[in-house]
């Protein structure tokens, strides 16, 4: 579901050192490690496949994950470092931190939306254009939310949605600093000169 934060599953690595590292690697697996959250570090292999698609699917290092290893209580952590082969540029060692509700980051978040049906302007014929899926926020790690939510109900043809138009936590702010539109309901080609005509002839019958 949107909103919810994506799960990464990781495997303790045992042994340390380059030599647990290159039989990691043989065996298709990435070496990584935990850190931080007052916790000792945690050595982990990732599978390079699933790592490898997270990291073409874009903002990896500002994703919030919730990390599942066997045997080792869920976390939620970020990425801090990928290391990557010099030649071909293939992702060799991942550092994760984890985080305490006060550590302070940047994440994306995504963007969901309600009102729909209630919606005059999709009532109208307009559609719904989505101009920002997610937004990045700055805060603390306990605050930031997990999803944003847009109430499109009172928006009409033309209307916007914008981001001063949600109630964020406090202390938690975007890191643009300007009303930025996330969505608007856009007129479907036609429909322009026919509201003008609704309009008109509405205001003729009121007169």
Known sequence: MAGEIPDLHATVRTG????AARQARRDGQVPGIVFG???EPLPIN?????LFKKLKEGRFKSTLFNMKVDGQEDVRVI???????????????????????TTKINLFIPVTFTGQEEC??????????????EVELVGTAGDIPEELTVDLSALNIGD??????????????PTIDRD???ANIAAPKGLAGGDEEEETEETEAEA
């Open 16 to 19: 340390t050192g380059k030599g």
């Open 37 to 39: 959250g007052d916790m």
């Open 46 to 50: 990732i599978p390079f496949n699933v």
């Open 79 to 101: 990425c801090r470092d990928v290391q990557r082969d010099v030649v071909k540029d293939l992702p060799t060692h991942v550092d994760f931190m984890r985080l305490r509700r």
């Open 120 to 133: 005059k302007g999709i009532k109208r014929g307009g559609v719904l254009t989505v101009v920002r899926p």
């Open 160 to 173: 916007t949605g914008t981001i001063s138009m949600l109630s964020l936590p406090e202390g938690t702010k």
């Open 180 to 182: 930025f539109v996330i």
